[in-house]
């Protein structure tokens, strides 16, 4: 069964900085990319970075040049190094495996990150 468990979120002033880890498991965690969204109250879903089988990466506008992300096909992990929090990161933060033709799409549970002082 395929599980995603999103971990390390939080409560963080201004400038400080989080990173979310999500543990991934039942399929094979290397073949497939993984992606990071992001949802605030009233908002629309956003997706805010991608790694991709061979380490590619792509990340939202908003979040670019602070927020990195990251896996270890060993552990099976994917993470989010978030730095330089703004008050508009808050935002409760799911981990994505898309679907394919014969695969559906998976979701974590969600992990809250809010930033304030």
């Known amino acids: 069964q395929v599980q995603l468990v999103e971990s390390g979120g939080g409560l963080v002033q201004p400038g400080g900085s989080l990173r979310l880890s999500c543990a991934a498991s039942?399929?094979?965690?290397s073949n497939w990319v993984m992606k990071w969204y992001r949802q605030a109250p009233g908002k629309e879903r956003e997706?805010?970075?991608?790694?991709?089988?061979?380490?590619?990466?792509n990340y939202a506008d908003s979040v670019k040049g602070r927020f990195t992300i990251s896996r270890d096909n060993v552990e099976n992990t994917v993470y989010l190094q978030m730095n330089s929090l703004k008050p508009e990161d808050t935002a409760v933060y799911y981990c994505?495996?898309?679907?394919?033709?014969?695969?559906?799409?998976?979701w974590g549970q969600g992990t809250q990150v809010t930033v304030s002082s």
């Open positions: 039942g399929f094979t965690f």
């Open positions: 997706l805010v970075a991608s790694i991709g089988s061979g380490g590619t990466t």
């Open positions: 994505n495996r898309p679907g394919r033709l014969y695969q559906p799409a998976f």
